[in-house]
């Protein structure tokens, strides 16, 4: 087995060693020139990435968390006033600027209703606002706005992520707990999707969300290793169903992928199937992300580190 690749220095912190870019190298130049002042490139990334939504709002927010972004993106809006990509730029950018605490949240729903206006068959302006709601609002708007983007996208990828996480935090009525509700929805999405969706893999999503909540609450142990939520038969089924899936339909290719695999990873590690976490380790190569290995609160770059080398040690 050929060793893994670098994932940067050991003396790094954890906020260096990721890049929520992934491994879309476009976009990465894109938010280089950005980041100079260039928004040309990245209307042209945009316009190139046409109606394929899921990497559109993977570009979008990538694009958005920048600091730099909201200025750029305004001086393009008065460029091009009547341009839906400007408006979604601009949109994504309010958004974490009021998720940083640095804008108004209503301010940054009235850009989104804008962008959200000039595209309407565009379902990244309501992932902007589902982003918010996730965070801010009530769950009655957590539910209207993830309707919004499933209306025009019915496979939306991190639009799934973000109901899971939402509703793995619900505390459950008074004797309904053995069969969170995170799972059924998870099941469900899962099914209505297409065989080759990386949907399928949602149920693995919960698992691990679910497992994040209680270890919070302290049901849990710190450790996710030490964790009996991952040896239970609910939770052997749920891998073993994705590791299945992953090994036919690891071929496609998504624009969020890496953040799949590096949640399959974790649960196969921390199941103690170290030679398929190994494999998935492999295809994650430098793209990690912090979640999950931040679960509950933990040094994400350290547990990554640490799990991968265990996972190709034993291997």
């Known amino acids: ?25 476009g976009l990465a ?15 042209s990334l945009l316009a190139d990435t046409g109606d394929d939504w899921d990497r559109r709002g993977h570009r979008l927010v990538v694009l958005g968390q920048a600091p730099s972004t909201a200025s750029w993106a305004e001086e393009w809006r008065l460029a091009e006033p009547e341009s839906p990509d400007a408006a979604a730029l601009a949109a994504a950018a309010d958004v974490f600027r009021a998720l940083r605490g640095k804008l108004r949240p209503e301010r940054a729903q009235d850009t989104c209703r804008t962008a959200a206006a000039l595209a309407p068959a565009d379902p ?21 706005l993830f309707d919004e983007v ?32 995170v799972y059924d929805f998870a099941s ?13 893999l949602l149920p ?9 909540v209680l270890a919070a609450a302290g049901s849990e142990p710190a450790d996710p290793t030490a964790s009996g939520h991952w040896s239970g038969r609910r939770a052997r089924g749920v891998m073993r169903r994705a590791f299945d899936w992953w090994l036919e339909w690891d071929g496609v290719q998504h624009p969020r992928g890496r953040v799949d ?9 921390c199941e103690g199937r170290a030679a398929e976490a190994a494999a998935l380790f492999q295809r994650i190569g430098p793209h990690a992300t912090p979640a999950p290995w931040s679960y509950p609160d933990r040094d994400p770059f350290k547990a990554f580190r640490a799990a991968r080398s265990a996972a190709l040690g034993s291997a």
């Open 204 to 212: 693995v999503i919960a698992h691990t969300e679910r497992y994040r």
């Open 124 to 144: 990244t302006p309501w992932l902007g606002l589902l982003l918010l709601a996730r965070s801010l609002g009530t769950e009655e708007e957590v539910l209207q």
């Open 150 to 181: 499933r209306h025009r996208h019915p496979d939306h990828h991190h639009a799934h992520h973000l109901m899971v996480a939402r509703l793995a935090e619900r505390r459950p009525a008074a004797g309904q707990d053995p069969m969170h509700e």
């Open 188 to 200: 469900w999405a899962a099914e209505q999707a297409p065989a080759d969706s990386p949907l399928s």
């Open 261 to 269: 695999l590096n949640f399959l990873a974790h649960g196969k590690f």
């Open 29 to 43: 130049a894109a938010r280089d020139a950005l980041d100079r002042g260039r928004w040309t490139a990245v209307r």
């Open 1 to 25: 087995m050929p060793p893994p690749p670098p994932l940067g220095r050991s003396r790094k912190r954890a906020r260096d060693a990721f890049d929520a870019a992934l491994d879309d190298t």
